[in-house]
Nanobody
Framework: QVQLQESGPGLVKPSQTLSLTCTVS??????????WSWIRQPPGKGLEWMGA???????YYSPSLKSRTSISRDTSKNQFTLQLSSVTPEDTAVYYC???????????????WGQGTQVTVSS
């Protein structure tokens, strides 16, 4: 069974770049047919799909975040990463990494999820 684990700093200062890593076990991130996404949930709000990297290495981003988001992978480590630049306090959220056969995941009933990691943007 695939397992995903997010890691990264819990506190980021405004204007800096947020960087998170998802380490995957029990399945390869290059396995045909899967998308590996980053999703976040700000306090008191719903889930927001941020973007994904496909088994092929192709990347896809939410239009609202595309200018600030980069997703990459290291197949040798079976990890994929999120970078979000120029963060503001509005980027404070729980960040999740997710695997599914669907590109855009909108509910926790879909796919396999990491436990999530809290990131706070504050000076």
């Amino acid at each position: 069974q695939v397992q995903l684990q997010e890691s990264g700093p819990g506190l980021v200062k405004p204007s800096q770049t947020l960087s998170l890593t998802c380490t995957v076990s029990g399945g390869s991130i290059a396995t045909n047919g899967y998308f590996w996404s980053w999703i976040r949930q700000p306090p008191g709000k719903g889930l927001e799909w941020m973007g994904a990297i496909a088994w092929s290495g192709s990347t896809y981003y939410s239009p609202s975040l595309k200018s600030r988001t980069s997703i990459s992978r290291d197949t040798s480590k079976n990890q994929f990463t999120l970078q979000l630049s120029s963060v503001t306090p509005e980027d404070t959220a729980v960040y999740y990494c997710v695997r599914d056969r669907v590109l855009i995941v909108t509910t926790q009933a879909q796919g396999s999820w990491g436990q999530g990691t809290q990131v706070t943007v504050s000076s």
